[in-house]
C-alpha cells in the first residue's frame, strides 16, 4: 500500500470507533470493508452498488459509504 491509500485508511479507523472493527488492524478493514464482492450498475446519473445479501459488516458499510 502506498502511503497516500495508508493515511486514508488511518482516517477511516478514527470513523470505525464504536463499531466491531475499532481495534482492527489496516489490513483487516481492507479485507472486510473494501475488498467486497459486489455488484456495479452504471446509469447515466447515478452508481449503485449492491452488496450481497449475506455479507456481515453490510450496516457498517453502508453507514460509512452512503454518504459518498
Do not use: D, G
Not at 478493514?29 to 450481497?52: F, G, H, N, Q, Y
Request: with cysteine; hydrophobic share 40%.
Amino acid at each position: 500500500m502506498n502511503i497516500h491509500a495508508c493515511k486514508e485508511m488511518f482516517k477511516l479507523r478514527k470513523y470505525l470507533k464504536s463499531t466491531v472493527l475499532e481495534n482492527t488492524c489496516v489490513q483487516t478493514i481492507r479485507e472486510k470493508l473494501i475488498k467486497v464482492a459486489a455488484t456495479l450498475k452504471v446509469s447515466t446519473r447515478r452508481i449503485l452498488l449492491s452488496l450481497p445479501s449475506s455479507y456481515p459488516y453490510q450496516s457498517i458499510w453502508q453507514q460509512f459509504f452512503h454518504p459518498l
